[in-house]
């Protein structure tokens, strides 16, 4: 089942996302958009670890929160959650997830209409042979974005579905870029060194013609700049970032200075 096809009712320990409905004395009531709108029970005990004195101090109305499901009853209807078993970098992950899995649904949708298709049927032809291939249907979204429908055919799905997925997925996702750093260090003796070391620095930020990639070059203390480069991959990082270092050095050694760059892991 792709992940944007969810079961009925959510799991035990499953994160969800949940919109506070109703504050009591004894908990929040809260609705779960994931699950067709389901109502759970937010318990006091379970919204923070430090004493509670007023619970509509830690939730309120109308608020987004990322909970754990406790309990699941089908047959009483009744999900309990916790707030305060959620770890700060799962709450970050489920909120990243939740907003990719929206802007696939959204994306898949539009294709669906422009191709006079239902939506479970481009779910079927595109995004279950992606999801299967790439783990999740947003990274194949950010690789057609990348690469066009070619990436999208080579998985069967059928080309006028793939042009026209591989077309909105440049038009409305931006892959992620992968970032690497370092400190460079210049130096110059000459009267005028602050304008050789400038214009080694402006060799550095302009070694990339590449739209795919950004160089930032940033002070740190003279001698000492940062130098971060982002990219769509971190092969393609390195090769600029050595660049960069390497244009930056060469113009200052021209010129009678001296540089070096240690990378930062």
């Known amino acids: 089942m792709s ?17 506070v409905k109703n504050v009591t004395d004894y908990g929040a009531y809260v609705i779960l958009e994931e699950y067709g709108n389901k109502e759970g029970l937010l318990h006091r ?5 430090s004493w509670i004195r007023n619970i509509r101090n830690h939730v ?31 709450r970050i992950d489920k909120i990243y997830t939740f907003k990719h899995e929206r802007k696939v649904e959204t994306l898949l949708r539009i294709a669906a209409e422009k191709l006079r298709m239902s939506f479970e049927e481009i779910m079927e032809k595109a995004a279950a042979p992606m999801e299967e291939s790439f783990g999740d249907t947003y990274t194949a979204l950010e690789e057609a974005s990348r690469q066009g429908p070619e990436i999208l055919t080579k998985l069967g799905l059928p080309k006028d579905v793939a042009q026209a997925i ?26 005028d060194g602050v304008n050789l ?11 990339s013609a590449s739209k795919a990639t950004r160089i930032q070059v940033c002070t740190i203390a003279a ?4 130098l971060k480069v982002e990219a769509e991959n971190y092969k393609q990082a390195e090769a600029v970032i050595q660049k960069a270092v390497e244009s930056a050095i060469k113009r200052i050694t ?9 990378r930062e892991k």
């Open 3 to 19: 992940t944007l096809q969810k079961p009925e009712w959510p799991e035990k320990r499953e994160l969800v996302l949940a919109t």
């Open 45 to 49: 005990s379970e919204i923070s670890t």
């Open 60 to 90: 309120r109305e109308g608020q987004k929160l990322v909970l754990k499901v406790l309990r699941v009853d089908p047959e009483k209807k009744h999900i309990d959650l916790s707030r305060k078993r959620v770890t700060k970098r799962e």
């Open 166 to 191: 591989a077309e909105l997925a440049q038009e409305k996702i931006r892959p992620q870029l992968v970032e690497i750093k370092g400190v460079l260090e210049l130096t110059s003796t000459e009267p």
């Open 197 to 207: 070391i400038k214009a080694a620095l402006e060799k550095a930020q302009n070694s």
């Open 223 to 226: 001698p000492k700049y940062l």
């Open 254 to 262: 021209k010129t009678g200075g001296e540089g070096s760059f240690k």
